[in-house]
Structure formats: C-alpha cells, structure tokens
C-alpha cells in the first residue's frame, strides 16, 4: 500500500514491546492502530496548534473592551477575517499541488504566525481590519494542505478513521484552549496573539522537522498540465463533486446555526447565559467523549449511507429547537445533532479525497473547506433574517426539512460518486476498495 511504503505504522515502530507502551496502548484505545508515524506527527502537531487557539473566540471581545470599538466595527472587522478564510481555501489547496504538502504547511503555519503578531500590535482600525483579512488568509492556509497528506498517506478504507482522530483532537484542543484564554486574557489580550503565534510557529517547525513531503510522484508530474487557475477552478467544473457539496454546504448551514440563531432563541425562550452555557457544552463532550468510538462503526457501512444518518440527526436535532425550551430538552436537541456533526465530519472528507484525482488533492480540498468558509458567512445573515421575518419555528422547522433533504440527496447521488471512484480506482491501481 501507499501509505505503508511512505511511513511504517506509529504502534509497531514505538519503542518496547506494544503490551508495555501505554502509548500505544491509548492510541489503540482510539481505534488509532495501523495509521502511519506520519499521519501522527500531523496530529500530535495539531493538537499543539489548537492548545494555543486563543484569538479567534476572542477577536470580537478584544476589540469592542481593549480597542473600544463599536459592535458594527467589531462585526466588520470579524467578516473580513472570515472572508479572507474563505479564499485561503482554494489558495491552499492550489498551493498544496503546485508546491508541495509540506511547503504549504510549514509556510502557512510561520505566515499565519506573523499575522497574529500582526493584529495584536496594531494600533489603528485600518491596520486592525487589514491584518484581521491577512490573518484570514495566512492563518487557514494550511489546512487543505492537511487534509491533502492525510489523502497521500492513509489508504482509502482507513481514511474516515484518520479524518475522525484528527477532528476529535482538534475538538478537544480548542476544549481546553478556551479556558486557558480566558486566563490569559486575564493578564492582557496581547497574551493571546502571542502564545497563538507560538504554538502555531511550532507546529510549523514540526512539520518542516518531521513531515517528509506526501504528494505522490505522478501527482506531481500530471499537475504540471494545469494552471493554477485551472486547478481552483476544476472542482468547480466536476458535477459529480458539485452534487456531492451541496447537501455539505446544506448541512454546514445548519451547523452554523448554533453560533448566532440558537443562542438568540434560546435566550428568547427564557434561558439564562449560564443555563446557554450548559446546553452548549454538550457538543464538545459528546465530540471529545464519543468521536474515537463512533468512527470505528462508521467505517464498516457505506459512505452514502453514513452520510444520509448524519443528514437525519442534524434535521432532527435542529427540528427539535422547534420546541418551546428547557434546558432537559435543549440538551437533548444539541445531543441529537452533535451526534449527526460526529457521523458527518470523518465520511465527507474521506469522500473528497476519493472523488479528487491525485493530483489535484488539494485543490478538491480546498473547494470543500470553501464550502465551510461560505456557510459559516452565510448562516448568520439567513438565520437572522428568518428569525425577524417568520420566528423561530420557522426557522427550526426549516431547518429540519433541509436535513433531511440533504440526508435524501446524499442517497440519491451515491450511484454517480461510486461510479466515479470505480473510474478513478482503475486509473489508480493502488487504491484499496473503499464502502460507498
């Protein structure tokens, strides 16, 4: 297999006999077993990284207390970042291609590191708003450009559990960064963009130490053939890709609801801040708490049909919102669409990485990050304007209904994408079989 010939596995390369390692033993545990050493330089690097994610939940309070912007200027301010997010993932993944994983990576973790610096020594809203747009862009880079060498290094059948581990870790760093940037912020927001830009100048330094360049030889040869304008533009050109982005860009709608529509209703039901608090905190300890073992049951069914379940949980538990609240119910809500966020987040990028040619990886990466970047810009304006036009059931039912029309198309379109990677799978004789 390609992913054996690149690196031998992390368990049976440990040090000491495997009963003795407790780290192979945890890594087990997490169904982590017979990924290779690479993959897991990646996410050990990547769980430093989120440790030290402290500027993004806390852009908009750093600038409304320390700087003493206005709300609407924070709220500028904050789209910029995001829309500068937005084009840093077709650019990463373009650049994933042409110049190589590794490049990338170690270049867009040092880039975005200085862009952090950046925003947190300027002064003026000028300066602000530009580096809040540079770090957009730098600072998201990288991570078609992770998800490309996950693609190079973990053969198909294995690639839901290689993506499942790595969200799960993402999900428990930020878990813990957000305490820890309450602290320091404590001590003075400047604090934040600097141990920020540490831990992501050192997950930079572990990728350009330990991470050997991912991109397959004949990738590299055949990406030559195309532009780089070309290569943004391919994703967008597959109908196959397409059909399967948009029940994603469907169910990310729904996802970024939580952020802005859900805490407005629940807060208009009668909610307190701290009852909001507990109802949200069921999403990260059911991710952190049920990811590694949920991944293992998701691996042994169809990808469509994984996909469909997911689109199901989401409408449900969205749907449920519906509802007047308490916080027993809203807690179940969340749990029911945090569950359908589990199933989805390891099988549909595992499905772009069987729907890309090899060398335009990254590339089909970066389209669907795109995907997110657009939701999360999308959600709260549509949300918003449902909320002060039709009300919250509306909203919620809407919601619901877009669940499971996502849930439908996934089924629908299954046939198209399995005929692709059958396609895709002759060209490329070293691919396993893979459900889907």
């Known amino acids: ?32 077993g017979g990924l290779p ?37 924070a709220g500028f301010i904050v789209a910029l970042n995001g829309a500068g997010a937005v084009l840093a993932a077709p650019l990463g993944g373009m650049l994933a291609d042409r110049v190589g994983r590794r490049l990338t990576l170690a270049g867009g973790l040092w880039l975005g590191s200085g862009a952090m610096l950046l925003i947190g020594h300027s ?43 790595l969200y799960w870790v993402i999900n428990l760093g930020f878990a813990i960064a957000l305490p820890l940037a309450g602290l320091l912020a404590g001590l003075g927001y400047r604090l934040l963009f600097i141990a920020d ?34 290569a943004v533009l391919t994703p967008f050109r597959d109908s196959v890709y397409l059909a399967f982005c948009l029940p994603v860009f469907a169910l990310a709608l729904l996802f970024h609801q939580s952020f802005m529509s859900l805490p407005v209703t629940l807060t208009q039901q009668g909610l307190t801040p701290a009852q909001y608090g507990l109802v949200m905190s069921v999403n990260g300890v059911l991710i ?50 945090t569950l359908g966020e589990i199933v989805h987040s390891p099988v549909a990028p595992s499905v772009v990485a069987d729907l890309a040619p090899a060398e335009l990886r990254g590339s089909y ?56 990677v059958e396609t895709l799978r002759l060209e490329r004789p070293e691919m396993s079989a893979s459900l889907d």
């Open 1 to 32: 297999m390609l992913a054996r010939a690149r690196g031998q596995s992390f368990l049976s390369t440990s040090v000491g006999h495997p009963a003795m390692n407790p780290v192979a033993t945890v890594l087990r545990a997490l169904g982590g």
């Open 37 to 73: 050493r690479t993959y897991w330089v990646l996410w050990v690097g990547t769980f430093v990284n989120r440790l030290g994610s402290f500027v993004a939940p806390f852009l908009a309070l750093y600038l409304t207390r320390e700087r003493g912007f206005s709300v609407e200027q």
């Open 123 to 165: 002064e003026t809203p000028g300066r602000i708003a530009v580096a809040a747009f540079l770090l957009g862009i730098l600072g998201d880079l990288y991570r078609p450009a992770v998800s490309a060498a996950v693609a190079d290094l973990v053969p198909p059948q294995d690639r839901a559990r290689a993506y499942g581990l």
């Open 197 to 230: 830009a540490v831990t992501t100048f050192l997950y930079g330094c572990c990728v350009w130490a330990f991470v050997p360049e991912t991109r397959p030889p004949e990738a590299r040869a055949a990406h030559a053939e195309h532009s780089p304008l070309g």
């Open 288 to 337: 952190v708490a049920l990811q590694p073992f949920v991944v293992r049951g998701v691996g042994r069914v169809r990808r469509s049909t994984a996909l469909a379940v997911a689109g199901v949980l989401t409408a449900v538990g969205f749907g449920l919102h519906a509802l007047p609240a308490t916080v027993p119910l809203a807690m179940a809500a969340v749990a029911v669409w």
């Open 365 to 420: 990466q970066g389209a669907y990050h795109m995907m997110w970047g657009l939701a999360s810009s999308v959600a709260p304006a549509l949300g918003g304007a449902m909320l002060g036009h039709v009300g919250a059931t509306a909203l919620w039912a809407g919601c619901f209904c877009v669940g499971l029309a996502a849930a439908a198309w996934h089924l629908t379109i299954a046939g198209a994408r399995r005929r692709r």
